[in-house]
Nanobody, 124 residues
């Protein structure tokens, strides 16, 4: 079973940057596609970004394209989400998730394991 632990969230001002990390343990990391999702209180989780097992392929939600970058270091069993030019509407709890299958990477139910989440708050 894969365990995921996010870190790096915090409170920043609009226009600033944060880098989230997702550290994995307990299984063979390279077997998993990794995605980031986010959720505001009372709302459903929404897809943010995903990175393929090799790290060569990425996918982004339109809302973050050009501002966020997802990457992975398989030697360190870690995935990163670099968030630049943050906006107040990026304020969410951010979750990383692992998908062992080959389903649609933007679909929450395709993921098998989830971290506990990290809060990102962007003030205006």
């Amino acid at each position: 079973q894969l365990q995921l632990v996010e870190s790096g969230g915090g409170l920043v001002q609009a226009g600033e940057t944060l880098r989230l990390s997702c550290a994995a343990s307990g299984d063979i990391f390279i077997l998993f596609l990794i995605g980031w999702f986010r959720q505001a209180p009372g709302n459903e989780q929404e897809f943010v970004a995903a990175v393929s097992r090799s790290g060569r392929n990425t996918n982004y939600a339109d809302a973050v394209k050009g501002r966020f970058t997802i990457s992975r270091d398989n030697a360190k069993n870690t995935v990163y989400l670099q968030m630049n030019s943050l906006k107040p509407e990026d304020t969410r709890v951010y979750y990383c998730a692992a998908n062992r299958g080959y389903g649609d990477e933007v679909v929450q139910r395709e993921y098998d394991y989830w971290g506990q989440g990290t809060q990102v708050t962007v003030s205006s």
